[in-house]
C-alpha cells in the first residue's frame, strides 16, 4: 500500500514535468525549423537564458504582484463571503443586490483599471483592488451555494433541538459550504494573480505587469515571455499552497482527482 502511495505521488511530480519537457523540446524544434525571428516567437532557450540573467530582478518585480494579489485575494475573498452570508439568509438582499455583483463580474477589469488610478493613486492600493475584484465573484457564486444547499434532514434535526441561527451556520452550513469555497478560493488564485498585473498596466512603475507592459513597447519578446513564466510560476505555488490548506481542512472530502 505504502508502495502504490508513493508511486502515486512520484506520478504526481514526474508526469507534469515531463510534458513541460515535452512541450519545450517541440517549441524548440518549431522556432528552430521554421526560422521564427526572436521578436514574434523567441526560443524557451533564450527565454530561461534571459529569466537565468535576470533573476534577482524578476524575483523582485514577481514579489511586488504576488504581495499585490495575496492582499487582493484576502480582501476579494473576504468580502465575498461576507456578501454571501448576508445572501444566504436574506433573499431580499439577495435578489436587489446580485445584479451588481453580476454587473461587476461583466466588467471587463482592464476597463476598471484606469478609473481604480485615479480613485486610489498609482501605488500598490489601485493594484490590490484590481486583484480583489476579480476574486469577488467566485467566492460570492459558491458560497451562496454552499451555504443553501445543506440537506433538509440534517437542518431540520438541528431545528429539532432547538439550534438558533449561528449554531446551525457553525454547525451545519458552513461545514458543508467549505468545499465550494475552496473550489472558488483555487479559481481565485489566478484570478488575483491576472487582477494584480492588469492594474499594474495602468501607472506603474514596478511588478510584472509594468515588465510585460515596457516589454511590449520596446519589442523586447524574450524578456515579456520570461515575466510571464515568472507569474505562472507564482499562480502555480499560490494555486497548490490553497490546494495544500484544503486537504488539511475539509479532510472528510475525497482527494483522489484532485489537483
Known amino acids: 500500500m505504502r508502495k502504490k502511495i508513493i508511486e502515486k505521488r512520484l506520478g504526481e511530480i514526474f508526469l507534469p514535468i515531463s510534458f513541460f519537457l515535452g512541450i519545450l523540446v517541440a517549441w524548440e524544434a518549431f522556432v528552430f525549423i521554421f526560422n521564427i525571428p526572436e521578436y514574434l516567437l523567441p526560443k524557451p532557450t533564450e527565454i530561461f537564458s534571459e529569466i537565468a540573467k535576470n533573476l534577482s530582478s524578476l524575483l523582485k518585480h514577481t514579489g511586488i504582484t504576488m504581495l499585490e494579489a495575496a492582499i487582493g485575494f484576502l480582501l476579494g475573498n473576504t468580502l465575498g463571503f461576507i456578501v454571501a452570508v448576508i445572501f444566504s439568509h436574506s433573499e431580499t438582499a439577495e435578489k436587489g443586490l446580485y445584479p451588481y455583483a453580476i ?117 523586447e519578446t524574450v524578456k515579456m515571455f520570461a515575466a510571464i513564466i515568472m507569474s505562472a510560476l507564482g499562480g502555480i505555488l499560490f494555486f497548490y499552497l490553497i490546494n495544500l490548506i484544503e486537504k488539511y481542512i475539509v479532510f472528510w472530502q475525497k482527494t483522489e482527482n484532485s489537483f
Open 103 to 219: 454587473a461587476l463580474k461583466t466588467t471587463p477589469i482592464l476597463a476598471m483599471a484606469p478609473l481604480l488610478v485615479l480613485w486610489f493613486g498609482t501605488g500598490i492600493i489601485s493594484k490590490i483592488v484590481a486583484s480583489a475584484v476579480v476574486c469577488f465573484f467566485p467566492i460570492l457564486v459558491n458560497t451562496v451555494k454552499g451555504l443553501k444547499s445543506v440537506d433538509k434532514d440534517y437542518l431540520d434535526l438541528l431545528k429539532s433541538f432547538s439550534a438558533k441561527k449561528h449554531q446551525i451556520f457553525i454547525k451545519l452550513r458552513l461545514p458543508n459550504s467549505l468545499p465550494y469555497i475552496f473550489s472558488a478560493l483555487k479559481i481565485s488564485t489566478g484570478l488575483a494573480v491576472v487582477g494584480a498585473i492588469v492594474g499594474e498596466f495602468v501607472g506603474a512603475k514596478e511588478g510584472i505587469g509594468f515588465i510585460i507592459l515596457t516589454s511590449t513597447y520596446h519589442l
